[in-house]
């Protein structure tokens, strides 16, 4: 545990906030929407142009065709595996949460973190990231840990995502690159230039590059701050059961929606899925129009897979979060 005692860092220029407020988050501006709405319009179009072709192909309408698909799953195994994954990913996640707080912030039991997280996928229905931000408000409320160094924790992890996502897609890339489409190869360059960036990016905040910048000072900032390597490495290894996890729970569902794939196969696509996931389109739409794209033999089986199996997940942990809801709001209105 690393006590909080960066005052130094505060912004000289600014007065010191009540520790027991947050500021609000910027309203999203009307350009992020209208770019989302876009990247909607444009999931859909692609979804019902491949749907439609494929129906034509069988014969069927598009309605006829889907739910031929639909019928064809074998519901209940899908339907067990799915919750035993939700809540195995909800004890990792939990987990990750709590020793990034007690890394850069203060001691905080991971059963205290349970409820928080939980509720917090409720927000994670709309947008993943709001859902972080509702953690923070809810940790300096109930703690009176500064808002501003609970949002540098929720940015770390973010960050770290990123990163162990694209570490895991490198090595599904070299156990399977010879299957993969022509734009995974991609992965080795993408790969090789985080990997600098990422060396920047510790030597900057650790005060070997520039140190006479005070950027770093901030305290939105403040966990980057105090990160090590080896704050890094260790996030890498909490976070990736949940990811071989999915490898296996994805790899099995989809054989029960009839779609032959192996671990290996899966291992490379899953961190790109994931990415296109946290992209708040209605209905996972990116997500769902990457399994078409990457499985174009199994266009119906691939969109209905994806439909069900995102839409399943995020749903099922906002009940976990409802589960923890009275609790968690006794302990925000406590006083």
Known sequence: M??????EGLDQTSSPEPKNRIDNPNKPSPAGRIIFLIITAICFVYLYY???GAAIREGLSLTEYMTQVFANVNWIPWLVLMMGYSLF??????LVVTKSLNWFLAEIKYKDILPIRACAYI???????????AMAYYLNKRDQIPGWEVGSVMLFIMFCEIFYLLVWASIGFLFSNTGL????????????????????WLFYFNGTLLPNNKLRDKRILHAFRLAKAWH?????????????AA?????????????????????????VIFFAA??????????????VILFPENEGQMAAFGFVQHNFFILFNAIIGLIFWRRARRELFAD
Do not use: C, H
Request: aromatic letters at 18%; glycine letters at 4%.
């Open 278 to 291: 946290a992209v708040p389109t209605p209905m996972r739409a990116a997500a769902i129009t990457f399994w």
């Open 89 to 94: 990913y909800f004890l990792i996640d939990t």
């Open 50 to 52: 491949r749907l439609n």
């Open 2 to 7: 690393t006590e909080n005692n960066d005052m």
């Open 232 to 244: 890094y490495f260790m996030f890498f290894l909490l976070r990736s059961p949940a990811l071989l």
């Open 247 to 271: 490898v296996v729970v994805y790899t099995t569902a989809l054989n029960l929606f009839g779609v032959d794939v192996s671990f290996l196969e899966l291992l490379p696509y899953l961190p």
């Open 181 to 200: 489409p022509d734009v995974f190869q991609l992965i080795p360059y993408i790969a090789a230039s985080s990997v600098i960036f990422f060396l920047v």
């Open 123 to 133: 927000i994670s229905v709309f947008n993943e990231q709001i859902g972080k931000g």
